[in-house]
């Protein structure tokens, strides 16, 4: 019985609940719930194609930023080329102010200037990521737009961009980053210390005499003098052999490089010039015989009509 009571008595009050709403409030109350719910950020939501404009302003501004990207990581490059040459020169001006000062500065010097080359070829990898992506862009997008001639269109270079955007990674190797800063600076200094290592030993105190006196003036602490020579020797070798050997790799792409495929034959351009003047001076003479023979008609005809009449 008394179940039954208490289900009498649920159902009137949900009766009497529905009853008393108003079905308005019902309906607002649902477009608020709608409302409320946020939207999921569907990525095949977000629209893929733009207008013309804003695809152009949107390319301006992202050249915009690539550029000075670029040009933040040049200016570090310059940065680390002035400490190298500016410890060399203070090494060198040290050493050569006196007689007594160490001649084993400037190996130590090379060391640091060499810790520095590691840390330029390490910026030069960056600067390659934002001068590359510059690179794409005016190849693929600025390029056809000024250019007067029928240059054909690049469709990758969109592609490219948006794949490099979502996965960045380095264009070029560090051997040929490494190789490119050694060739354009780094070499000269080290070329230069050498020298200067070589004459200090030998001008002071005083000129070395013999060979023997200038190896015995080369010794450092318990090392000889051989084996400062044959490492200085070492190390400079394997500089120089590391700069022939990353002449070949050349997938940087800020650098100015010459045509691969340029050809020039001033005896095959000379030889065409005279082909076509030739042809050019065997048309002008035919055209002259043609006009003389046709003068040569019209004046035998007026004289067969003078000699009749």
């Known amino acids: 019985m008394k179940d039954r009571f208490r289900l009498k008595e649920e159902q009137a009050e949900e009766d009497i609940h529905i009853s008393h709403t108003d079905t308005s409030f019902l309906s607002l109350k649902d477009a608020v ?4 719910k946020k939207k999921e950020t569907n990525p095949t939501a977000i629209p893929q194609k733009l207008s013309t404009q804003d695809f152009n302003t949107a390319m301006i501004h992202f050249y915009r930023g690539e550029v000075q990207r670029s040009n933040v990581w040049r200016g570090r490059l310059d940065a680390t080329t002035n ?17 007594d000062n160490p001649h084993f500065a400037i190996p130590i010097n090379s060391i640091l200037v060499a810790i520095f080359l590691f840390m330029e070829a390490r910026r030069y990898r960056y600067y390659e990521v934002w001068a590359s992506r510059v690179r794409v862009l005016e190849t693929g997008y600025f390029a056809p737009m000024l250019s007067h001639q029928t240059i054909p269109p690049d469709k990758e270079w969109a592609d490219h961009l948006s794949a490099d955007l979502i996965t960045p990674h380095f264009t070029i190797s560090e051997l040929e980053a490494f190789g490119r ?27 070395a005499p013999t060979l023997d006196a200038f190896i015995q003036r080369a010794q450092v602490g318990l090392a000889p003098g051989w084996m400062v020579i044959f490492f200085g020797m070492l190390f400079n ?30 005896l095959k351009q000379v030889s065409d010039w005279a082909e076509t003047n030739l042809r050019r001076r065997n048309t002008i003479r035919r055209a002259k015989k043609a006009r003389q023979r046709i003068r040569s008609v019209q004046a035998d005809t007026k004289n067969i009509h003078s000699t009749t009449g």
């Open 33 to 36: 719930h709608v409302r409320s």
């Open 83 to 99: 400490w190298a040459v500016i410890t060399a020169g203070a090494t060198l001006s040290f050493v050569f102010s006196s007689a």
């Open 181 to 207: 800063r050694l060739r354009s600076n780094y070499l000269w200094i080290f070329i230069l210390l050498a020298l200067s290592w070589t004459l200090k030993v030998y001008i002071h105190p005083f000129p």
């Open 237 to 266: 070798a394997l500089l120089f052999i590391l700069a022939i050997a990353t002449m070949r790799l050349k997938d940087a792409s800020s650098e100015v490089q010459p045509l691969e495929n340029f050809e020039w034959h001033p």
